[in-house]
């Protein structure tokens, strides 16, 4: 489900892009090697900042970003610079369908991507699909009691039917096949995991 309006004015704030860069990436880089040199993808990449990031701090080879909304694609293509673009591939699509094969990516990361989908288990299911066995998905997810409660539902657009809280996310990831490697969480809130695709 695309964002509304409002939720893409703080997804692309720039205060979202210092979470990123100061709280978030440090905490990924204490807990896990990534790659230098891999392939990663980012779902639900809005208009490239974070896969700008992900370029600097991690040294991927490459870099697909993609979101279901079109226009999120059109502002990532302005805001990325040309030899940002060497690196990261831009396109348009759905998470519960990703146009990849099997074992394809060394890495995938998802920055409140899940609570947007009707169907977050066929979305984890696609995501371990084109992990290569040993990769690593990470997630920053957001719980119920945060974006639809009495206030934040009138403003914000997501599906209310099957929604996940701190229980089933976990379920949900262990029942996909994804071993949680890390975690820091808020119940009331949400989660940061990093989380590991068996070795085959």
Partial sequence: MQANWLERMIVNSPIRVQVQERII????????NLPSG??????????GAGACLLLRKFRPRVIHAMD???QMISEARGYLTEAQKKHIHLYRGDASHL???DAWADVVFGFGVLH???DWRGGLAEIIRV???GGIYFLEEFYPQFYLNFITRRLLRHPEEDRFYSRDLREGLIDAGLAIQDALEVKQLGILAICRKPPS
């Fill in 25 to 32: 990436f440090p905490w990924i880089k204490k807990k896990v």
């Fill in 131 to 133: 992990l290569k066995p």
């Fill in 38 to 47: 891999g392939t990663f993808l980012e779902v639900g990449c809005g208009r």
């Fill in 68 to 70: 279901l909304d079109g």
């Fill in 99 to 101: 146009p990849h094969q």
């Fill in 116 to 118: 947007h989908l009707p």
